[in-house]
């Protein structure tokens, strides 16, 4: 069939532009696809990035430090049950030897009693007031332990017991260790505190970890803290 010259001539027109069109989105798909293409690993580095940035701003400092205050205060507790295991062969051996020593005998037993029954709430860290009993209680056995064993001074053959003598060294090395593990807590229990009390660790607290709070430690008792009374006459 002869086409006039006009029809051809717009025939030929719309095979030009629509592949015109079809060359145009195979390359807009092209670019699309290309741009896909590096916009992934662009992505992941901005990810990588950005844990990079939040570890160096600090993102994970407060749970790192809170867990090592719970970690220090895990050996507390351990060395205060070392202590409160070794008073019952104790106070059997001194009574061997010191049956009329009956009221601190009392003492000691009665406080370690208090001290194990102690119920330790699951928030006394953060309880200051749970702690402060617990502190009491703890500072009760070893007042009563002290007195306990400055009366041995008046039993040479109790001091000469090898069973006294063996128990009388342990419970010096779990004093030793009970003075070291509050130490060690009390500097975990401060660097924690600081952390949530200063920048940029106080931002973390206010958002991700508004829960966090500051965690109790020990006090010295005001008659600890008084300087001793020397009396030359």
Do not use: H
């Amino acid at each position: 069939m002869l086409v006039s010259a006009p029809v051809a001539v717009l025939i030929f027109s719309c095979t030009v532009t629509s592949n015109a069109y079809v060359s145009r989105d195979r390359s807009c798909w092209g670019m699309s696809m290309a741009a896909i293409a590096v916009r992934r690993p662009l992505a992941a580095l901005v990810v990588v990035f950005s844990a990079m940035f939040l570890s160096a701003c600090g993102i994970n400092t407060i749970p790192t430090y809170e867990e090592q205050a719970k970690a220090a205060w895990s050996e507390v507790l351990n060395q205060y049950q070392r202590r409160a295991d070794l008073i019952p062969n104790l106070v059997a051996t001194v009574k061997g030897y010191a049956t009329q020593e009956e009221k601190v005998l009392t003492e000691v037993t009665d406080a370690r009693a208090k001290a194990t029954q102690f119920q330790i709430p699951p928030d006394i860290l953060t309880n200051p007031d749970a702690f402060q009993k617990f502190q009491a209680a703890q500072g009760e056995v070893g007042s009563a332990l002290s007195r306990l064993i400055s009366i041995t001074e008046n039993y040479p053959d109790l001091k000469s017991n090898q069973n006294f003598l063996a128990l009388q060294s342990q419970l010096e090395g779990t004093e030793n260790r009970i003075a070291v593990a509050r130490r060690d807590y009390i500097e975990a229990v401060r660097v924690y505190n600081t952390e949530l009390a200063t920048f940029p660790g106080r931002l973390w607290a206010m958002t991700l970890y508004s829960g966090k709070k500051p965690m109790a430690t020990f006090t010295i008792d005001e008659q600890n803290m008084q300087a001793p009374q020397v009396n030359f006459n």
